[in-house]
Every structure is written in structure tokens, then in C-alpha cells.
């Protein structure tokens, strides 16, 4: 680390009455040893509006009684985040994570339960607006639509090719299943917005924003310690767990038992709704990780080889045929 670099770190610091005696760095976030201990500063780029909801955020979980969280040190003034430009810092006790730990269940279902009870904590009936809700489905399905019109074009002009490549066939082989999701996700989409039409009702909850592993500490008895929430955002708890269902899907195998399990997880500390069980499954269903691997493939064929591009999409189609099989079980037509 460079004299400069820590002297703008000691600057800030100052703020703190800290004074470092060895810096590590980790991305945004340094390590920072002192005579008092260690503790965690990280950097980050948010507004002033940003930031203000964040400290709100963060003050709101400490007066409901959610202490799953890393908690951020006040300043010796009294803020929650020290501002350089057009940097904003903030500082927490440093923790230190565990890979292992004596616990009866995974650390997926811990982040699971834990996030249940935050949405507990924070759910809300939220004033109801047919309007609002039209708007939230027409510009996903304007999304979608312009999506999968990105994809049909990039399947015609791979069977134009002379000469497909591999991931182009392997693209090819699976489109129609690609669509076959596509207009699943399109039919939970309606059955969501038809259903909260006529209940008139729809709720919210404080969604962590970009929940996933990374933002989650272990200690050695195996609760988990929430970070980063500074793109929390009031919404509905179907998209959280979609988010956190697409994570776990990618970084690790599974099977539609475990994919059942871990919903259970989730709901015996917090139920979905009828309709937020079909939002749930249109944001899974629709093939957006499959399509995301099409870009890379426009964009970075030079950077990665054949095999790589091939690999990232064939594990996305796998996920996404897995993905199928929950949702017929989820959502069985009864039997006459």
C-alpha cells in the first residue's frame, strides 16, 4: 500500500480515533489493525440520498431487534459514514469468518431462516394501487419480451451460420425449451398480477438487495451476520428469495428436493402468499441466466475459449431444466 493511499486512509480514520499499524486490503474493503483492535472500512460510491437511506436502513434493523447484521461504528462526531468526494466510508467491527462450524443445519438454510425473519420483521401492507401493479407487469413483460426477441435473433442468425459453432449449437439444441420457460414465466406473471387484482392487496417487506453467500459472515457457532446492505430496497419478498434461489442454483448442484426444502426453510419462519409463490416462480422460470450466457458470447469471445463459453451455458440450461421440474412440482394440478 502506498504512503499516499494510507494517508488517505488515516484521514479517515482520524474520524474514528483510530490509528492504523498495518493495513490489508480486500477489494473495497481494508483490514485494518490497531492498537484497539481490528476493524473492517469500507469504501464505496453512494449519493447523498443513497446514503441517507442506508444509515435509515441500518438504524431501522437495530431498533426492530434484527442483530443479524454487522453493525457500523459511529464516528466520534456521530455519522455512520465519513464522505472523500465522491467516496463514502464507513467502518465495522472486523469479523472473522468460519468456513466450519458445529451446526445442525447448512448455511444455506441459515441464511434462509434468517432472512424469513427479517421479512417478518418488516413486512407491510402497502396501500393498494391497480395501477402500480399494472405497471410493475407491463414493464416486466416489456422486458422479457424485448429479451427473448434478442434471443430469436441470435438463434436465426446461428442457423444461417455456415459453420455453427459449438455454443451455437448447443444454444440451438435447447431454444425451445428456452421459450417453453420464457412463456411459463409469462403465465406465473399473469397469475401474480390477476391475483393481487382481486384481493386488492399486496405487501412488502426490507429486501437486503444483492443477498447471497459473499454477503454473509459465519461465526463458529453458526449464525450468520448480513453485510452490505446498502442497495436494501422496500419490495416484495418473492424477489429476494429469487435472487438468493438463482445464487444458490449456480454455486452448488441440487435436485428438486432441495430446492423444496430450502422453501420450506423460508416459510416456517415467514409464508408466501398464493401470488407470491407465482412471481417466485415467473423471476426463476424465465431463462435470463441462459440469456445472459448468449452475451458473453458476443462479447467476450476473444477473452474466453470455446470450452468455457460452452461450460457457463450448458451449467445454466442444466439449472433451468431443474428449474422446470420444481416448479411442476410447486404447483401439481389437483388430482379429479
Known amino acids: 500500500m502506498t504512503t499516499k493511499t494510507y494517508d488517505h486512509l488515516g484521514s479517515v480514520l482520524f474520524h474514528y480515533d483510530l490509528y492504523p499499524e498495518r493495513v490489508e486490503s480486500f477489494g473495497k474493503v481494508s483490514k485494518i489493525h490497531t492498537s484497539r483492535g481490528i476493524f473492517a472500512l469500507k469504501k464505496t460510491r453512494l449519493t447523498r440520498e443513497e446514503g441517507d437511506?442506508?444509515?435509515?436502513?441500518?438504524?431501522?434493523?437495530?431498533?426492530?431487534?434484527?442483530?443479524?447484521?454487522?453493525?457500523?461504528?459511529q464516528t466520534k462526531y456521530g455519522d455512520f459514514l465519513v464522505r472523500r468526494g465522491n467516496d463514502a466510508y464507513y467502518l465495522m467491527?472486523?469479523?472473522e469468518g468460519h468456513d466450519r462450524f458445529?451446526?445442525?443445519?447448512?448455511?444455506?438454510?441459515v441464511i434462509l431462516e434468517e432472512t424469513a425473519k427479517l421479512h417478518g420483521l418488516t413486512e407491510k401492507n402497502q396501500d393498494y394501487s391497480e395501477e402500480m401493479i399494472q405497471a410493475s407487469f407491463d414493464s416486466l413483460k416489456g422486458r422479457w419480451d424485448r429479451r427473448k426477441l434478442e434471443m430469436e435473433r441470435f438463434a436465426d442468425q446461428a442457423e444461417s451460420s455456415m459453420y455453427m459453432s459449438p455454443f451455437e449449437l448447443t444454444f440451438l439444441t435447447h431454444f425451445q425449451r428456452m421459450i417453453q420457460m420464457a412463456e411459463a414465466?409469462?403465465?406465473?406473471?399473469?397469475?401474480?398480477?390477476?391475483?393481487?387484482?382481486?384481493?386488492?392487496?399486496?405487501?412488502?417487506?426490507l429486501c437486503h438487495g444483492r443477498l447471497n453467500r459473499s454477503h454473509v459472515l459465519f461465526d463458529q457457532y453458526g449464525s450468520g451476520y448480513f453485510l452490505n446492505f446498502e442497495?436494501?430496497?422496500?419490495?416484495?419478498?418473492?424477489?429476494?428469495?429469487?435472487?438468493?434461489?438463482r445464487h444458490y442454483f449456480q454455486s452448488q448442484p441440487w435436485?428438486?428436493?432441495?430446492?423444496i426444502h430450502w422453501l420450506g426453510t423460508y416459510e416456517r419462519h415467514f409464508s408466501l402468499f398464493d401470488e407470491e409463490r407465482h412471481l417466485l416462480m415467473s423471476y426463476l422460470a424465465f431463462p435470463e441466466s441462459v440469456f445472459h450466457s448468449v452475451d458473453l458470447y458476443i462479447n467476450e469471445q476473444r477473452e474466453r475459449t470455446?470450452?468455457?463459453?460452452?461450460?457457463?451455458?450448458?451449467?445454466?440450461?442444466?439449472?433451468?431444466n431443474r428449474t422446470y421440474r420444481l416448479m411442476n412440482t410447486l404447483f401439481q394440478e389437483p388430482q379429479e
Open 53 to 73: 437511506w442506508f444509515i435509515h436502513v441500518m438504524r431501522r434493523l437495530d431498533r426492530i431487534g434484527f442483530h443479524y447484521v454487522v453493525p457500523i461504528i
Open 93 to 95: 467491527p472486523w469479523y
Open 102 to 109: 458445529q451446526h445442525p443445519v447448512s448455511k444455506e438454510d
Open 185 to 205: 414465466a409469462e403465465e406465473h406473471l399473469e397469475s401474480w398480477v390477476e391475483m393481487c387484482k382481486e384481493k386488492k392487496a399486496f405487501r412488502s417487506v
Open 231 to 245: 442497495r436494501a430496497v422496500l419490495d416484495t419478498p418473492a424477489r429476494e428469495l429469487a435472487i438468493l434461489f
Open 255 to 259: 435436485d428438486t428436493s432441495e430446492g
Open 306 to 320: 470455446q470450452l468455457q463459453l460452452v461450460t457457463h451455458l450448458e451449467r445454466r440450461i442444466l439449472s433451468l
